[in-house]
């Protein structure tokens, strides 16, 4: 067998692991001893898990790897954030970045190095997809955040206590692997998040929100956008595919199936000019009418490639003013990290395109510029400083 063959004990959730050690003929609970050293305190190497017996921690140096993805690289933000460069088997970079506030501390994490779904005003769909992350690679990523902010030493509290699958990648389409590792997050003998405080973010891939409650019961949040399907098609590609009315049905759908009372967050991003005005927002009050919801305003963060531009502090105003007055919870992202290209949407990492979107972009901007195209011409802010 070699080592790329052996199973990876980071990246398996409870009932793998469990069903691993029943294959080789042990008890289940060492699945929870190993999920403990790891997740619980970051250790890797089977020599320390001194819990678990010579014999068996043999056996699993011989049959089993313990592997993480590497960070390549670091970028403090001067408002408090940072981010982190994640290499992943495929050979692209994903990005993760941890936004530390009073009482919290988020951590957005990526589900694919780029994304298929190309909304127009989102870096990470400019550069085409290249793979889904696996388990470990996504699971990694809050391994790593907490290695490198001390959260596994921590007695008290650990400095990630939300985590959203907000950074690069659609996260739906990459279901098997995204699922596992969120229930990773939220498992006791791991990291213990509140499915409360577990967020999985989606541009609306139906079919998947359908079957959704049968495998986690995360938060979710749903990227909309536009208040009618002509204004959301032209900007987002998959709503020709998956309409509104089949979406907010879809959410409904899993929302009850909860046994608490949550109600999912509507993303917004505000547009200059193009879904910012006061009308998009009297029309966004009437689609929701009958939608039990909170909703998030997210002002546009520019990156190259893209022309679009955020609306004024007014326009944010108006229409949040408009929404609250129509007795919706609203608010309004404060934008961090962007002077490391690592505000919502700006995410880019070093993705290997398969699918040529990304030329496709860079010649247009190249065009539009004036200039000649050439392939190694950087997509947005974070490859630029690379
Ligand atoms: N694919 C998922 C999750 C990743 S995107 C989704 O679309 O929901 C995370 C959030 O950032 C989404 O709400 C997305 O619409 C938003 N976003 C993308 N590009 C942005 C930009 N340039 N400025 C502000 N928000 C952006
Ligand atoms: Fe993909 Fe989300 Fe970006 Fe759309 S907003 S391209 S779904 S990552």
């Known amino acids: ?6 199973p990876n004990l980071a990246g398996m959730g409870r009932d793998r692991l469990r069903s691993l050690f029943k294959d080789m003929g042990e008890k289940s609970f060492r699945a929870d001893q190993v999920l403990k050293w790891i997740h619980q305190r970051g250790v890797v190497d089977v020599d320390v898990m001194t819990d678990i017996s010579k014999s068996l921690r043999e056996k699993l140096k011989q049959d ?3 592997a993480l993805p590497d960070v390549v690289a670091d970028y403090p933000s001067n408002d408090g954030c940072h981010k982190w460069l994640i290499e992943v088997a495929s050979g692209s970079r994903v990005e993760m970045v941890f936004i530390p506030e009073a009482g919290r501390g988020t951590l957005c994490i990526s589900s694919q190095a780029g994304c298929s779904l190309d909304c127009s ?3 990470t769909g400019k550069q085409g997809f290249n793979s889904n992350l696996t388990v470990a690679e996504i699971i990694g990523q809050l391994w790593w955040a907490n290695n490198k902010l001390g959260g596994f030493g921590a007695k008290i509290e650990r400095p990630v206590s939300n985590v959203v699958m907000m950074g690069m990648g659609e996260p739906l389409l990459n279901f098997d692997n995204v699922l596992e590792a969120v229930n990773l997050m939220m498992d006791d003998c791991a990291y213990g998040l509140s499915k409360r405080k577990v967020t999985i973010s989606t541009s609306g891939v139906v079919p998947a929100i359908r079957k ?3 495998y986690t019961d995360a938060s979710l949040a749903i990227s909309l956008h536009a208040p009618n399907d002509k204004l959301r098609s032209e900007i987002m590609p998959i709503n020709k595919r998956y309409p509104i009315a089949e979406l907010l049905d879809a959410v409904k759908g899993y929302m009850s199936s909860l046994p608490d009372k ?5 993303e917004y991003t505000l547009i200059a000019g193009v879904n910012d005005h006061r009308q998009h927002a009297r029309d966004l ?3 929701l009418v009958d939608f039990p919801c909170k909703i998030n305003l997210i002002p546009f963060n520019p990156f190259s490639l893209s022309d679009y531009r955020r609306p004024s502090k007014t326009a944010i105003s108006n229409f949040r003013q408009i929404l609250q007055d129509a007795d919706y919870t609203v608010t309004v992202r404060t ?3 962007d002077d490391i290209g690592g505000a919502c949407g700006q995410l880019v990492g070093a993705v290997q395109d398969n699918t040529r979107r990304s030329d496709r972009h860079r010649q247009k901007a190249a065009e539009a510029a004036g200039k000649a195209f050439t392939s190694t ?4 802010v974070s490859a630029d400083r690379l």
């Open 335 to 337: 934008t961090r990290a």
């Open 262 to 266: 949550r109600v999912p967050v509507i």
């Open 121 to 123: 005003f989102c870096a």
């Open 377 to 380: 011409d950087n997509l947005a």
């Open 1 to 6: 067998m070699t080592e790329i063959n052996k």
């Open 285 to 287: 009050a009437t689609l």
């Open 64 to 66: 089993t790897v313990i």
């Open 212 to 214: 959704l409650s049968e």
